[in-house]
């Protein structure tokens, strides 16, 4: 509805549905500005989308989609809010319509299948030389499959997913992990993802930035169920957290986990963990992630035994009523670690 | 035969046998300097012993004793090698011997029992007031109950195992984790500890201590085997690992066994792993520790999946031929992280 | 206050006191009737006793004792209303007093340091070649200790846990797995396991009649988890668990745990898991067990990957509201085995 | 070579080349013998296509096809030393090929990459109403997809995973779980199946026998595991294997691993275990049944916390020298069952 009036009255951003997106396409391209594409504007992509568009909007054209109109209209309204001018802002009724009218196209998608749905019809519109760049989180099998149909359209594919969760997307500081077939693809997406992040990893060939961000992510869930179990063993043998945490950071127990995002209430102060374990990292987000790393282990015969078992926890955890919209950090409520200790 | 050798030549410690040794009490009493006894020198306790000698020679008696007559004789040769005058040096026939001398009793025990059997012929010797401080790493119920039998005498106790290694007992920068009744107690240890070590945590009550020690050290290995999995997944996926390393430590991945302490070969220049897993921290003691930590753990009635888990793993590493004298970091090199990737 | 009145009444057992012990251990002894002993009258201990006093009372004498003033009232109680004659029956003020007076003692407690605690009274009373049998499940290191203490006395023990359940005690079919210092040990107690169990197998040296508990307890445990996970994955890849059950029990899935004692509701008719997970043997009984077989794994340097995995899991579910009365099978709900599926 | 003889000298079977296959179709279609195809001749599917071709060859011409030409040979020759009549039997050089002769096609393939590919030119040559029969074990989401490709083309799939090892393969003797559209494919697969096994399951859907398959082989892998814990343990606390294996398989710790196929040597008198783990199910393959049912756990969100710990364990133990052609048994070996106990 606000959309349809943002529209009447002709101030709001050009949509292009099918039918006129060979108008639409024709139009952009008589000019000199280049134009950005952004898929996928949901919690994280609308903050780093913002931020693209924000940096890049005197220089270049942006065009948007998602399924949900809503997004949509809370992107455009959101920037006008911020004073940020929405003349050169689009809405691109489908993935196709994006990908015939971008030279970079951006796209940030819940899971594999959703990357593989909007690849689909994405290549459909796809010229020569045209930058894809999917910062979703998805399994190494589908990012290689996904890369291999964009290279088959003379086009370009980077996989760049993102470490930081949503503060570090709206302040414009996430880590880049990237896999791409060249270096040259890296450099021509690294001025975009420079806008929204300060970290940028050429990992390797197409892939391997999602292998760096799941083994990252995975290296963090056996981090964070450990030191839950080490604080909740901890007070049950009378040790204070505050004091045992002091004795970790100091010594050769010290991790992220515990330095910086610990998991027993009020040791970090701004951390879920001290705020009921709302915000941050969802605990259904890491068992989706953990899922990620274990399937990748099947798959390349590598042992994975904390990894396993870790995944374990957090799909039960992710699957217990009340806890399933909490941070992830949140095992150390599930395991008991906020219960009065009986003497 | 060596030792007989010194003892014959006159110019060696004095050698207090049970039948002399109240005499050999009176002697020392006569003086006005206090007297440290040091019981346990094995690879930890000769370093630590050596270091709180050298640095109380000129204030206190020392009294030694060992059940290996071979690291007495040692003790005494490296001291003379070091400059260090072996005037105020004896060795005691037994515990008890040191015991009935000494006015501070240290001891560093392999496990346990070993504790236990030792500390029922202490409290045999000891006067009032007598402060025993216990480095071993041992579990808390058997800390709690050998304090209680000192109480019973009217001496004082103190638990205070450490973290840091031969390298650090050999600095003297070794962290100390202290359970003791009171301040006071503490307070009592902390001159001597000093010489020893760089931190010292007064952690709580009697087994405080060992709660703390046992609580990093799962912790340490519960991250060292994550470290393990991730970087041998990461390399079969396509990363080296000296990028995700630098990729993990600027994330939430970061942890002592990735910055400081990393199970891949070369990528800490010093560590273990980049010297065939030689020297370091044993993984038979590991295993020992994670057996002292899940055992708390059943008894406090604290999930410690993962805990128990990498428990499991470093007793098979331990009992892996081969890897047995191994630093625990050797899990890498089990899991198959050295072998050639098939492509 | 009911036994008070038997008691006044002068119709009801004998009680024993500390002070009239000696008086009332010569008048036993003036008769040829030998005394049977029996401590520990909790839910398994109440059968069993139940069984033991009904099959020997025309030619044994029985003494009772409980820290539970209430269980021996009912005791005594349910034998009147079950016809059988109290006049043999006599209830202890101690334990120390049951060792007194009993050429047998028999214990059912429900954990190591009551079998510590009850026998450092016991043995204070026990006279030459008294046999005590020691039926609680406890770890073996105690049940070794405390055999100690009673051959110090002159006097013999075997350790003789049970398995079965309540209703095998109550039927008087339980198991019965035995470690003694001999052969003979196990035939002087036989003739009275047989009144309470039909199997007793002599398992070695005191102490193997618990490591034979808890090893079918550990593998139980093992199985028990397995069959969850295994009928949770089934029903959510299509399969009816009916359909599932016939297939593993006619292949190599099989185990007690899915023929007899299924864990999913109504594949068995009379089992805790067809009665809301109500009856059986609880899910804390189990968890202990787990924790008795995982830190004599520690103790011995045996790897137990799984069984201390399964303990982990039997921990959190006893923690869990609403589970920790449960039958051990629950854990097939608390992994979500009763959900709807999401299709 | 020894082909090209038998082909040369004009006695052996027909070879169909893809240059001669309409010809060799005309041929076949002229008589009213249905043709039954098998693709895939390694250790079990030359068994099992030996047992069908023998049992039909009266009334049906049989084509087989492997991408080994020695397997080929062998069948030919072995059939012959039978005393079966190869007058019926044909090579064919592919897939398709035997999907354009056959009424039935059954394979038996490593894997699901294998099926995936077989299936990619058996379509190509499928006529209508043709029944595909796939007796690999392979992913549920693999089965689903190739079910649907053969549905396209109008013809009909079931997958009909084996559970019995190469011998119930040699005998006739497999169990067979079966998915399929519909009741009426699975009664025209039955009489076909019946010659090769003893049990035919359906179990619902495409996909639910290969469900089937991983949940049975799951349970087992856990079993497995969980049985040799358990004997290794009670070794080492003092327990005969032979005295432990009586109780458990008397008592709530009995499974198909301990009565019928224990891990201990010569417990059980013909399992691999008795025979240096020689024959009988490959660590190899249960590493990957389990990677199976564990990824299949992961896309359905269901906690298999042991199942996961399991295949994590045949990963390491098939990854370890001279132990990865070995039955799955030897777990028991890997984890220290042989070695001598320490006292």
Redesign the interface.
């Known amino acids: 509805m606000a959309l349809a009036k943002i529209l009447a009255a002709g101030r709001g951003p050009v949509v292009c549905r099918m039918a006129s997106a060979s108008g639409a396409r024709r139009f952009y391209s008589a000019g000199k500005k280049q134009t950005l594409g952004f898929i996928g504007l949901g919690q994280m992509g609308f903050a780093m989308a913002s931020n693209l568009f924000a940096s890049t909007v005197s220089t270049h054209k942006f065009v948007i989609h998602d399924q949900n109109a809503g997004s949509l209209e809370r992107f455009v309204g959101t920037a006008g809010k911020n004073g940020v001018s929405t003349s050169s802002l689009s809405i691109a009724a489908t993935p196709r319509d994006v990908a015939e009218q971008a030279d970079v196209v951006f796209t940030m998608l819940p899971a594999g299948p959703h990357v593989r749905g909007v690849y689909e019809e994405v290549v459909k519109g796809l010229r020569k030389d045209v930058l894809c760049v999917d910062c979703s989180t998805i399994d190494?099998a589908t990012a290689r499959e996904v890369a291999a149909w964009v290279g088959e359209k003379g086009a370009r594919m980077v996989d760049a997913p993102v470490?930081g969760g949503t503060g570090a997307a709206t302040a414009g500081t996430l880590?880049f992990?990237v896999g791409a077939a060249s270096e040259r693809d890296v450099e021509a997406a690294r001025p975009f993802l420079e806008k929204m992040g300060k970290?940028i990893?050429h990992?390797?060939?197409n892939?391997?930035g999602q292998?760096?961000k799941i083994?990252?992510?995975?290296?963090?869930g056996?981090?964070m169920?450990?030191?839950s179990?080490?604080?909740?063993?901890?007070r049950?043998?009378?040790?204070?957290p505050s004091?045992?945490n002091?004795?970790?950071n100091?010594?050769?127990?010290?991790?992220?986990?515990?330095d910086?995002?610990n998991p027993v209430p009020h040791l970090n102060p701004n951390v879920p963990a001290s705020k009921d374990y709302n915000g941050g990292f969802g605990v259904t987000l890491m068992?989706k992630d953990m899922?990620l790393?274990?399937?990748?282990?099947?798959a390349?015969?590598?042992?994975?035994?904390?990894?396993?078992?870790?995944?374990?926890?957090y799909?039960?955890v992710?699957?217990t009523h009340g806890l399933e919209g909490k941070d992830f950090s949140v095992v150390y409520r599930w395991?008991?670690g906020e219960?009065e200790v009986k003497k």
């Not at 390349?300 to 926890?313: D, R, S, Y």
């Open positions: 190494v470490s880590t992990m970290n990893y990992c390797g060939l892939g391997t292998a760096a083994c990252n992510n995975m290296m963090l056996i981090c169920v450990g030191a179990e080490t604080f909740n063993l901890g049950r043998l009378g040790l204070a004091l045992l002091q004795i970790l100091t010594s050769s127990g010290r991790s992220w986990s515990t910086t995002y068992a899922g790393a274990v399937t990748a282990a099947t390349t015969h590598t042992p994975v035994p904390l990894g396993a078992a870790a995944e374990q926890i799909k039960v992710a699957a395991m008991g219960k």
